[in-house]
């Protein structure tokens, strides 16, 4: 195996090791020592595997490390959000690009549901590799009954 670079999330960090996913692939790595990474961080850098097994990997370099918020906000999604929403059934998911940077995702769940969908996005470390491997700086949650809108943004 050779190094591998890339834009990781970290899905677990103790004091020991810690486990990556690369965003572009979802390949799972799992660190021989946790160079002081913590769960939910982004980095960009290279991971080589650790002799002779070559089965945990060691972080070689780091070119930036960030976190990336995910926020629920008090605001309603943007009339293009629910226009697109209007027009699709119940249970469906939209991605539409952003002028610029970043892309919209317009979901739409039962009334009764979506605070609940709108704290599943929130919470699912998902959402943040998709944010890193857009590569924008933060994720903003709007909901309105029936409609949950995730907007991908730079900072």
Known sequence: MTAIEGTFLVTHADEDSATLRNVSDSQVLTLAANPGVEAGEV?????????PMEVTYTVTEIVERRTIPVEAVDLA?????TDIAAEQPTGELTTVERAGE??????????DETEAAAA???????????????GV???EVR????????????D
């Open 43 to 51: 980095l960009e850098g290279t991971v080589e595997p650790e002799p």
């Open 77 to 81: 999604p943007t009339t293009q959000a």
């Open 102 to 111: 970043g892309e919209i995702h317009v979901l739409t769940v039962p009334e």
């Open 120 to 134: 599943d996005v929130v919470e699912d470390e998902s959402t943040v590799a998709r944010a890193a491997r857009l």
């Open 137 to 139: 700086d933060r994720v």
């Open 143 to 154: 909901t309105e009954r029936g409609v949950v809108s995730v907007r991908y943004l730079p």
